[in-house]
């Protein structure tokens, strides 16, 4: 079985701070794929981004950066200098042999 | 490029009509395609998940079904809704061989 935990059910932050989302994730697999999805007031998943197990090299894409450790099973997400359009309901997903697991997302929310 | 249609993107129906939603998918042959529902809470539950025309596999016994007539055609059905049905559902493709999906705009269902 798989499973993907976000502790965090709503964040409220202030425009320009620096935001991490966390993302715990638990899988018998040894191959395996981690996903971050960001949900705006429109209600579309977004797809941001997508990690293989066996890369665990973190990455940055603007305003995004994402940190995958597979000793602590985790997959953050942070954003730098927070927007008011970042708010939105993010989701950190799993696939590994089986179906997708999402977590049940981080509601992000930025104020002017 | 790929594209996602769902519709219709809104929809109120009386408890105990019938139900059928569309998803189409443009630009790929032979995805895998996936109806989610995103009740109050924001989590995504998977209906329904599809490797290929007449191949449905159901995640969760309820009073839907879905059908896949064509390659690209992914349709969510039901007899008599109820009022537990209402939600957000959400349809999502996956290349053939690849590891991430793409959502649809969803359609908003509200059973009164």
Same mark, same amino acid.
């Given at each position: 079985?798989?499973?993907?935990?976000?502790?965090?059910?709503?964040?409220?932050?202030?425009?320009?701070?620096? &935001?991490?989302? $966390?993302? &715990?994730?638990?899988?018998? $697999?040894?191959?395996?794929?981690?996903?971050?999805?960001?949900?705006?007031?429109?209600?579309?998943?977004?797809?941001?981004?997508?990690?293989?197990?066996? $890369?665990?090299?973190?990455?940055?894409?603007?305003?995004?950066?994402?940190?995958?450790?597979?000793?602590?099973?985790?997959?953050?997400?942070?954003?730098?200098?927070?927007?008011?359009?970042?708010?939105? &309901?993010?989701?950190?997903?799993?696939?590994?042999?089986?179906?997708?697991?999402?977590?049940?997302?981080?509601?992000?929310?930025?104020?002017? | 490029?790929?594209?996602?249609?769902?519709?219709?993107?809104?929809?109120?129906?009386?408890?105990?009509?019938? *139900?059928?939603? !569309?998803?189409?998918? !443009?630009?790929? @042959?032979?995805?895998?395609?996936?109806?989610?529902?995103? =009740? =109050?809470?924001?989590?995504?539950? *998977?209906?329904?998940?599809?490797?290929?025309?007449?191949?449905? @596999?159901? !995640?969760?016994?309820?009073?839907?079904?879905?059908? /896949?007539?064509?390659?690209?055609?992914?349709? *969510?059905? @039901?007899?008599?809704?109820?009022?537990?049905? @209402?939600?957000?559902?959400?349809?999502?493709?996956?290349?053939?061989?690849?590891?991430?999906?793409?959502?649809?705009?969803?359609? /908003?269902?509200?059973?009164?």
């Amino acid at each position: 079985a798989q499973k993907v935990t976000q502790a965090q059910t709503e964040i409220s932050v202030v425009e320009k701070e620096d &935001v991490t989302l $966390d993302c &715990v994730y638990e899988t018998r $697999d040894t191959t395996y794929y981690l996903f971050w999805y960001k949900q705006p007031p429109s209600g579309e998943l977004v797809f941001l981004i997508r990690r293989n197990s066996f $890369d665990e090299q973190n990455e940055i894409s603007g305003r995004y950066s994402w940190n995958f450790q597979k000793s602590t099973s985790s997959f953050n997400f942070t954003i730098t200098a927070s927007q008011v359009v970042d708010s939105a &309901v993010y989701f950190c997903a799993l696939r590994g042999s089986y179906i997708p697991t999402f977590g049940r997302g981080t509601s992000l929310i930025v104020h002017p | 490029s790929q594209t996602i249609h769902q519709w219709p993107a809104t929809l109120v129906q009386p408890v105990g009509s019938p *139900l059928s939603l !569309e998803c189409t998918v !443009e630009g790929t @042959s032979n995805p895998n395609l996936y109806w989610y529902r995103q =009740a =109050a809470g924001r989590g995504l539950q *998977l209906l329904f998940y599809s490797v290929g025309i007449g191949q449905i @596999s159901s !995640e969760v016994p309820q009073n839907l079904s879905a059908s /896949r007539p064509q390659d690209r055609q992914f349709i *969510l059905s @039901s007899k008599k809704l109820l009022l537990s049905d @209402s939600g957000f559902y959400l349809c999502a493709w996956q290349p053939s061989g690849k590891e991430t999906q793409y959502f649809g705009p969803g359609t /908003r269902l509200l059973v009164l």
